[in-house]
């Protein structure tokens, strides 16, 4: 059973930046396509970014293209967000995720493993 934890959350003013940190247990990460998905309150959880289980794919939604970069390192079995220009839309729960390999990146059925979240509030 492969657990995940997210950390790096917390209240930032718009424009500025944060690193979401998500360590993975129980299995090598290398074994998963790994993504990040967001909800806010009162809305359906949302894709956000998602790479390829070598790193070598990676997959952004539209609202966030340019201003974030997901990335992996598997050796140290953890996956990242860094998230530049923050906007006050961006506020939301964010959920690191994990996916058997065979699936769509963007897809959130795809992923069958989920963190716990953690809080992201940019203020205006």
């Known amino acids: 059973q492969v657990q995940l934890v997210e950390s790096g959350g917390g209240l930032v003013q718009a424009g500025g930046s944060l690193r979401l940190s998500c360590a993975v247990s129980g299995r090598t990460v290398s074994s998963y396509n790994m993504g990040w998905f967001r909800q806010a309150p009162g809305k359906e959880r949302e894709f956000v970014a998602a790479?390829?289980?070598?790193?070598?794919?990676?997959k952004y939604s539209d609202s966030v293209k340019g201003r974030f970069t997901i990335s992996r390192d598997n050796a140290k079995n953890t996956l990242y967000l860094q998230m530049y220009s923050l906007k006050p839309e961006d506020t939301a729960v964010y959920y690191c995720?994990?996916?058997?390999?065979?699936?769509?990146?963007?897809?959130?059925?795809?992923?069958?493993?989920w963190g716990q979240g953690t809080q992201v509030t940019v203020s205006s």
């Open positions: 790479i390829s289980w070598s790193g070598f794919i990676t």
């Open positions: 995720a994990a996916a058997d390999l065979g699936g769509v990146l963007t897809a959130i059925l795809s992923y069958g493993y």
